[in-house]
């Protein structure tokens, strides 16, 4: 059927997805009054008027709710463009047919029998359009992709939503994890040329009265269902401000010394670099700067956890300036640890002891220099003791959550990792009053950007220059060290200002 539509009737954010015919899933996310559900059905009537066989089922959570939002809009847009001749719309079963027989029906999943008897009078079903597809679930989604097949014409599904948590399948699904056969597009208000102005106004007010309201159902942030112990307003606003910040990722390779025994006893300061690469778990957003005096918060991977962190913080402006996450082998991450400690200028690190004391045994068999030392009682003296790492106790843990608390509540520019702040919309309290991850979320950034802050009070706050003057430990390390381990101590901690 030969109808010519001009490009000026769509929104130039939407163009590129117009003829897509690669991807199996069209994932349109984004503000309230970003014209996202507009376009999908000014696409889709292009589609039933341009080719041979596009029969569509547009569903909601809710049957009822077609009529006045997917049916209406269909309505809307055929009278607009003046395609009234075109289209027959059946108001008493909610559906419409093309000239050519192509035809959209409208359905619930509230009635799934319904569903199944669904029948096109022109072949077979081809699209599926999901309006507000976060109030779906995702056993609902997958019975519908499975009814999407057979034939040889192209089948597509294309989703429309407000991001609602950051805990939400879709989430997951499309966003977590790289699918090629979708193609995501987020949009707001600011993409959409037809909004109306007083409507656009309204939105606006929102910066100032409610960030988070702004933040979430204006700029299409995701959200947080339910009370995080952060503020939500913050957390959400500078997400929408990290936009494409400058960074590296990559992870750090080394050479190590063996002794008599062929056992590996040191990693040669000299060999350490940092290879950059797109799946490396290192991400680097501020490369150190000489002088300056860090601070390295370490979370192992233990139980109902599957990732090692560590986080870096200036001690001296307190921003976060880099983080370490990934799966890894306690040996793996301890000794990506040692790496990134001296590339941050022989940082303070400061690792969290409870689940597994082992990435701190291994840290002080490496000889690194500078490691938190916390109080322990000794299990054969009862006697109070220096030991290395932070421990995790019902005194320790909420003083340190309740400092990153007030970071983010103060200072919310400090913070630049991504992971992070969406690790931060999901930590609640549970019925028992803890502060904790969500089911099925994960704590492990949050928990480490808490211990580097807890941390700061052993480390400097002032740029350091020239030499250093050494502790009588790393004297007594130094004296008892082969001529190649004092080269490389010279090399790591600086020259003795007392030598």
């Known amino acids: 059927m030969e109808v010519h539509i001009q490009l000026d009737v769509f929104n130039q954010a939407y163009l590129p997805l117009l003829d897509d015919e690669e991807h199996r899933y069209l994932v349109l996310y984004g503000g309230a009054g970003s014209g996202k559900s507009v376009f999908a059905v000014q696409r889709f009537l292009v589609r039933m008027l341009q080719k041979e066989l596009c029969n569509i089922l547009a569903v909601r959570a809710v049957a009822a709710t077609n009529r006045d939002s997917t049916y209406a809009l269909f309505r809307q847009v055929i009278a607009k463009w003046g395609l009234g001749e075109l289209f027959h719309c059946a108001d008493s079963d909610l559906r419409i047919t093309c000239a050519n027989g192509n035809s959209v029906i409208f359905k619930g999943l509230d009635d799934t029998e319904k569903l199944k008897s669904v029948t096109f009078p022109k072949g077979e079903l081809t699209e599926v359009w999901i309006e507000e597809a976060s109030e779906v679930s995702e056993e609902e989604f ?36 790289e699918d090629p056969r979708a193609r995501t597009l987020k949009t707001t208000y600011r993409d959409n040329a037809f909004l109306d102005g007083a409507y656009q106004e309204t939105l606006e007010s929102y910066r100032d009265a409610d960030p988070y309201y702004y933040a979430v159902y204006c700029l299409g942030e995701w959200g947080v269902l339910g009370q995080t112990i952060f503020d939500a307003g913050k957390v959400t606003g500078r997400l929408s401000r990290l936009g494409e910040r400058p960074c590296r990722r990559g992870e750090f390779l080394f050479e190590t010394y063996y002794d008599e025994a062929c056992r590996e006893v040191l990693i040669d300061q000299g060999s350490i670099r940092f290879l950059e690469s797109d799946s490396g778990p290192a991400v680097i957003y501020r490369e150190p700067e000489e002088g300056v005096p860090y601070v390295v918060g370490g979370d192992t991977a233990g139980e109902g956890s599957d990732y090692s962190v560590g986080q870096v913080v200036d001690n001296v402006t307190g921003e976060q300036v880099c983080t370490l996450r990934g799966r890894m082998d306690e040996d793996v991450f301890a000794k990506q640890l040692y790496c990134l400690g001296l590339y941050y200028n022989g940082a303070l690190l400061s690792v969290e002891a409870n689940f597994s004391s082992y990435p701190i045994r291994e840290l002080e068999r490496l000889r690194y220099l500078r490691q938190f030392v916390r109080q322990a009682e000794d299990s054969y003296t009862h006697r109070l003791r220096d030991a290395y790492g932070f421990r995790t106790t019902a005194v320790t843990r909420p003083v340190a959550i309740a400092g990153l608390v007030e970071v983010v509540r103060e200072h919310p520019e400090w913070l630049n990792d991504k992971d992070t702040l969406e690790e931060m919309l999901t930590f609640a309290r549970n019925e028992k009053g803890r502060a904790e991850a969500q089911a099925g979320a994960h704590d492990d950034c949050v928990m480490a950007l808490a211990i580097a802050y807890y941390s700061r009070e052993q480390q400097s706050v002032f740029r350091k220059k020239g030499n250093v003057q050494w502790t009588h430990d790393m004297r007594e390390d130094y004296e008892n060290a082969s001529p190649e381990e004092k080269r490389m101590l010279r090399k790591r901690w600086g020259e003795d200002l007392l030598t």
Do not use: A, C, E, Y
């Open 142 to 177: 997958n019975q519908l992709d499975i009814r999407l097949r057979g034939g040889g014409s192209h089948k597509q599904m294309v989703l429309t939503f407000n991001p609602v948590s950051v805990l939400h399948w879709l989430k997951r699904r499309f966003f977590d994890r």
